[in-house]
């Protein structure tokens, strides 16, 4: 029993990589957000002008305030609001980088199976990540 | 003798009156941030993410004893009480589930509490459907939206108190494909120190059912530990810790697919999605702590009869009864 209860050694250096880039990830999403909130920074949109806009959809929000949509945001890093979206980008990443960092040990085990299952789960996310299906 | 029921009876004079405490909570402070705003000039912006902040504070408190995704409880209530548009709302609840899911990945992986070959091939399914449903989402008028998710969080409420669980489940034969995937293994009960042999069934199934989650995930930004769970242990017989440990895993690779799709279509705003995080998250943390305090049952009561009136709330404004 003891030895099928251990993990599986893809498991664990799961769980190393998603620790760490977890919380760079909040490190990020944090210290961007205080130097954006406290002014440390300078804001595209102007924090006083955001209670007029935060009850728009988003097409009418961009189309307000001239945000362009996709990456573009990661040339405008100057600016705090983009700066905020660092964090909330290595946080959505963090699944990829984990994914990525298993796949050597599926393929040093011939697990042709999960292999595959890995490869089309990044596929979705870096679908997704690049703006594809982006609408705007 | 007479203890039980004086005990039974103080719990529930507890829970009424916990009740009413709950939902102030969590509607002071949006009613107070109205205020201010109205009252003041517009400087006043800071009321608003501040207000957010202690709201999820307090949903971060009481979800994690509750056994529920911070995610279920953000949209419904700050959809419902704050200025925000419903597009912004549901960015920040994904983000929120995520968050959340992936805090706790690393160490549910570590101790088993998470099989990550059980959660590998239904996060595929539900992060395929996740973007569906968030292109369907940011297609679809807010009201429509909010009266569909109005539906769908009273069905939520109406499954957690109909749902039975199984603390572990009996598998007689395991499915082909179950196999062939090798999902299956040997889980470390904490509180009877016993291994127990596990294997699931009717996983074709089972994938059928996260397509759906995960597309009712990605449309209402509500996360999905609530079908999650139920999916795991009910229809495929995984154990029931085994089966919240890996629904965490599963949900943090679904949501971040519809993450990507909120946030390449500007509809995550840092402004509303980073004090929603930060206030869950420490929410989160003295949640845990709760449940050493509290029994889960009494919390789980709390929580379904939040998402009734949030549901509620939610649907009478899709329908502009109560705006």
Same mark, same amino acid.
């Given at each position: 029993m003891e030895t099928e209860r251990k993990h599986h050694p893809e498991q664990l250096h799961y769980a190393t990589v998603l620790h760490w880039s977890t919380l760079a990830g909040f490190i990020m999403l944090v210290a961007t957000f205080v130097a954006y909130v406290f002014g440390w920074v300078p804001s595209y949109v102007p924090l006083e002008r955001l209670p007029q806009l935060w009850g728009l959809p988003t097409s009418e929000y961009l189309k307000a305030t001239g945000i362009p949509t996709g990456w573009s945001w990661l040339f405008m890093m100057g600016k705090g609001d983009f700066a905020s979206q660092i964090g909330i980008a290595i946080l959505s990443g963090c699944s990829i980088a984990c994914i990525l960092a298993i796949m050597p040990v599926y393929a040093k085990s011939r697990n042709t199976t999960y292999l595959v299952i890995c490869a089309l789960e990044i596929a979705v996310l870096l679908v997704s990540a690049a703006g594809v299906f982006s609408t705007h | 003798m007479r203890e039980k029921p004086v005990r039974n009876r103080r719990k529930f004079h507890f829970l009424l009156w916990l009740l009413p405490v709950a939902i102030l909570m969590m509607v002071l402070p949006a009613e107070a941030a109205n205020a201010a705003a109205a009252s003041a000039? *517009?400087? *006043? /912006? /800071?009321v608003w993410p501040l207000a957010l902040f202690v709201v999820c504070f307090f949903l971060g408190m009481i979800a994690v004893p509750a056994g529920v995704g911070g995610g279920v409880l953000f949209v419904p209530i700050v959809g419902s009480f704050f200025p925000f548009h419903m597009d912004f709302v549901r960015g920040a609840g994904l983000l929120v589930a995520m968050a959340s899911a992936l805090a706790a990945g690393p160490s549910l992986l570590k101790n088993g509490m998470a099989n990550l070959r059980l959660a590998m091939p239904l996060a595929l399914a539900a992060s395929i459907s996740s973007i569906a449903g968030a292109m369907l989402g940011l297609a679809l008028p807010a009201n429509i939206v909010q009266i569909s998710l109005g539906v769908t969080i009273l069905g939520i409420a109406a499954l957690m108190i109909t749902a039975k669980k199984s603390e572990f489940p009996h598998v007689t034969q395991p499915d082909p494909l179950s196999v062939a995937l090798g999902i299956h293994g040997v889980f470390r009960d904490g509180i009877s120190g016993k291994d127990i042999a596990w294997q699931v069934h009717r996983t074709p199934a089972g994938l059928v059912l996260f397509l759906i989650i995960g597309f009712l995930g990605g449309l209402f930004g509500v996360g999905a530990g609530w079908a999650n769970v139920p999916g795991l242990n009910l229809l495929m017989g995984v154990p029931l810790k085994l089966a919240a440990g890996s629904s965490s895993m599963i949900l943090s690779m679904a949501s971040s697919s519809a993450t990507w799709y909120y946030l390449n279509n500007g509809a995550i705003l840092p402004i509303i999605a980073v004090p929603s995080v930060i206030g869950m998250m420490i929410g989160a943390r003295i949640g845990a702590h709760l449940l050493t305090i509290l029994k889960a049952s009494a919390i789980r009561k709390l929580v379904i009869a939040i998402l009734l009136f949030a549901g509620v709330r939610t649907m009478l404004k899709g329908l502009g009864i109560w705006i």
């Open positions: - | 000039d *517009a400087t *006043a /912006w /800071w």
